[in-house]
């Protein structure tokens, strides 16, 4: 049992330092990589704006609630806003690009692997996972980032709109204390986070779309495997990413 686990997260890593190094080579498929891009955003806009209004403004909610209790009202607004964008929406994001687009990675990857069309590609000399992987990979963290952008904005608006017109905070209370307590690097951080995950969700769907079982019945076994250990992963990842950051880059005015 452990060494079958060991065995498969040996083959996982190994995949993904094979697609860090193709990602390099030539030639590139463009025209895959952008039918991906656009299949996976079009999967995941609508999704991910409309899972931020309610996270930005439970957020808000909470964070509010609890500033009330400690009499620290005016710093409802850089609590809220920070909490989004350093945690909130890049797991919103990888989440949504797991569940909606490396299923889809997962499935047609697996159908491939179970007509034999890429042992097909092998004998004629194309690597699979240049042709088809790389390009998977690079659109998932393309759309990563950019629908991370996507959703803190959102999930700030829905913050700002349920702090206001809900609790009484007021407007300038909101945004000044946001300007307090945020800072450039809590940006980068959030995009950096939402490019790790991407990379995650695309090599994971990719590896267990790869090495399906027993046939069709096998493919769906490998979708739903796909996501639950893209969800744990990710979560880890999250987790050591945040610490690191926090210990590595002191907080403003600190």
Do not use: H
Not at 11 to 20: G, I, K, M, S, T
Not at 100 to 111: F, K, V
Not at 161 to 190: E, M
């Amino acid at each position: 049992m452990i060494g079958g686990a060991l065995r498969q997260t040996g083959r996982l890593f190994a995949l993904a330092v094979e697609v860090a190094r193709a990602i390099f080579r030539r030639p590139f498929q463009f025209r895959e990589f952008v039918e991906q891009f656009w299949f996976i955003a079009g999967v995941t806009i609508l999704p991910a704006a409309l899972v931020a209004i309610p996270f930005g403004a439970v957020i808000a909610l909470q964070v509010g609630s609890l500033t009330q209790q400690l009499g620290a009202q005016s710093f409802t607004g850089g609590a809220s806003v920070l909490a989004v964008v350093q945690q909130a929406s890049p797991l919103i994001v990888a989440l949504l690009i797991a569940g909606a687009a490396g299923s889809a990675i997962c499935a047609d990857l697996g159908s491939r692997t179970i007509r034999e069309e890429l042992d097909a590609m092998e004998v004629m000399g194309v690597s699979p996972v240049q042709r088809l992987v790389v390009p998977r990979v690079l659109a998932t963290m393309g759309v990563a980032v950019l629908l991370n952008g996507l959703v803190s904005v959102v999930g700030i608006v829905g913050g700002y709109a349920f702090n206001v017109f809900l609790q009484g905070g007021t407007p300038g209370a909101y945004l000044s204390s946001f300007s307090a307590l945020a800072q450039l690097s809590d940006l980068y951080i959030s995009e950096l986070k939402a490019l790790v995950f991407g990379f995650i969700a695309g090599v994971v769907a990719a590896y267990r779309g790869l090495n399906p079982r027993g046939g069709p019945k096998g493919v769906g076994d490998a979708v739903n495997q796909s996501v639950v250990i893209t969800f744990l992963l990710l979560f880890f990842v999250n987790m050591v990413m945040t610490g690191v950051y926090l210990q590595l880059v002191p907080p403003k005015g600190g």
